[in-house]
């Protein structure tokens, strides 16, 4: 069970502050596939950011079980995400000078997993695997920042656009893929989306407007990712 209570968060200091996070109150339970909606500048990547421990915030807490992880240190935090948490952000942070194998297996490592090369296969990179992230598209990119981040069998995967580099196909394949592990091995999933379709996909559904949530709601049945519009 993730809690959060009364998160406050705020860019700049003065008349320059800029209020993003405006008192948030949720519970995400253990195993649960949340989507969080919302219009650009709603707040939704901050939200993401704060409770996966990313970001601190300005107050409030973010307790997972019994532990509140805003009063960590820095390196405790740390120490936090990479036993717990997966990642998957817009952005790909691959690391050029190593391989798409080795970089799949930077997440697989920290949690002894040496099946690894069967979610690089998964997601359609089998042939790939020698090769540099230069050498990759936008998209197949995308794939790699999948894979090491299922690698590392994380207890909550965190995701921001996910699908948002992937065309319709690999799209599908890759939701399809990371939903089906969801099953299996009982991770939570808060998943950000522009992709109201996606939502369709989710246990619970969060809307979020000018730093706070507007309304929250659940599917009573999920479709599958071949199900959903694109």
């Given at each position: 069970?993730?809690?959060?209570?009364?998160?406050?968060?705020?860019?700049?200091?003065?008349?320059?502050?800029?209020?993003?996070?405006?008192?948030?109150?949720?519970?995400?339970?253990?195993?649960?596939?949340?989507?969080?909606?919302?219009?650009?500048?709603?707040?939704?990547?901050?939200?993401?950011?704060?409770?996966?421990?990313?970001?601190?915030?300005?107050?409030?807490?973010?307790?997972?079980?019994?532990?509140?992880?805003?009063?960590?240190?820095?390196?405790?935090?740390?120490?936090?995400?990479?036993?717990?948490?997966?990642?998957?952000?817009?952005?790909?942070?691959?690391?050029?000078?190593?391989?798409?194998?080795?970089?799949?297996?930077?997440?697989?490592?920290?949690?002894?997993?040496?099946?690894?090369?069967?979610?690089?296969?998964?997601?359609?990179?089998?042939?790939?695997?020698?090769?540099?992230?230069?050498?990759?598209?936008?998209?197949?990119?995308?794939?790699?920042?999948i894979a090491r981040a299922l690698a590392k069998k994380p207890r909550?995967?965190?995701?921001?656009?996910?699908?948002?580099?992937?065309?319709?196909?690999?799209?599908?394949?890759?939701?399809?893929?990371?939903?089906?592990?969801?099953?299996?091995?009982?991770?939570?999933?808060?998943?950000?989306?522009?992709?109201?379709?996606?939502?369709?996909?989710?246990?619970?559904?969060?809307?979020?407007?000018?730093?706070?949530?507007?309304?929250?709601?659940?599917?009573?049945?999920?479709?599958?990712?071949?199900?959903?519009?694109?």
């Open positions: 069970m993730i809690e959060v209570a009364d998160i406050v968060k705020s860019y700049g200091s003065n008349r320059n502050k800029n209020q993003v996070l405006r008192g948030i109150n949720l519970q995400i339970a253990d195993g649960d596939f949340t989507v969080i909606l919302g219009a650009s500048g709603s707040g939704k990547s901050t939200f993401l950011n704060v409770i996966s421990g990313l970001e601190r915030p300005d107050s409030g807490s973010v307790i997972y079980d019994t532990l509140d992880i805003t009063k960590l240190s820095d390196n405790e935090l740390t120490k936090f995400r990479k036993e717990n948490i997966g990642f998957i952000f817009q952005q790909y942070y691959l690391l050029p000078n190593m391989t798409i194998e080795k970089n799949v297996r930077m997440g697989a490592d920290l949690a002894d997993n040496t099946e690894y090369r069967e979610i690089i296969k998964a997601v359609g990179l089998e042939d790939k695997m020698k090769k540099y992230p230069s050498e990759l598209s936008g998209g197949e990119q995308q794939r790699v920042s909550i995967l965190f995701l921001d656009e996910p699908t948002g580099a992937l065309d319709e196909q690999t799209g599908r394949q890759v939701l399809n893929y990371i939903c089906k592990l969801h099953k299996e091995l009982g991770f939570a999933i808060v998943m950000v989306t522009h992709n109201q379709n996606i939502a369709e996909m989710a246990n619970t559904v969060i809307r979020m407007n000018s730093g706070k949530i507007a309304d929250i709601y659940t599917n009573e049945t999920q479709k599958t990712a071949y199900e959903i519009g694109w």
